[in-house]
């Protein structure tokens, strides 16, 4: 415990456009991966614009790591496909939750904003925004290794009595 600094909650709320796996569709899922832990949505039979609405909870203990998406196509009697990839960073993220620690902000204020570049996979420009009291982040991921598909998610923090201080 001497080591989290809390809980990141992400919301896998869907998938847009993903590559077609099976006939005419896919049977998508996606696997969520920060350094040991790893975490999965349901199967969405049928579905190349999937929604998920999912909450994944992970253990941050070290900030650096990224946190990495796999998106595959549940087969019944083959290995899975592999649908793409993302990965992005949560420094920014952290830096953010410090800085919202000094005091009263009206919700809805834009703390940081992140442009799409060549390292990330931001599809578009993301905001991290305090809202009703928390830091949040919504993001559209572009997915590598693959033809088309990007995936929505949401992030906000979890605070942990006990934990190291951010």
């Given at each position: 415990m001497e080591n989290i600094l809390g809980l990141l909650r992400i919301k896998i709320l869907r998938g847009i456009k993903l590559a077609v796996r099976d006939t005419r569709s896919s049977d998508p899922y996606v696997i969520v991966r920060m350094g040991k832990q790893k975490l999965k949505t349901r199967v969405v039979k049928k579905n190349v614009n999937?929604?998920?609405n999912e909450e994944l909870t992970l253990t941050i203990s070290?900030?650096?790591l990224p946190i990495k998406l796999q998106v595959y196509?549940?087969?019944?009697?083959t290995r899975d496909d592999k649908m793409g990839d993302a990965e992005f960073d949560i420094k920014e993220f952290v830096e953010a939750l410090k800085m919202m620690h000094l005091g009263n902000v009206p919700s809805g204020t834009v703390i940081k904003r992140l442009k799409p570049n060549r390292v990330n996979c931001l599809a578009e420009e993301s905001s991290i925004v305090w809202e009703n009291g928390?830091?949040?982040q919504h993001m559209f991921l572009r997915l590598r290794n693959v033809e088309c598909g990007e995936i929505e998610l949401q992030l906000h923090w979890i605070d942990i009595p006990g934990s190291r201080a951010l």
């Open positions: 999937p929604e998920w070290d900030p650096n196509d549940r087969d019944t009697f928390k830091v949040t």
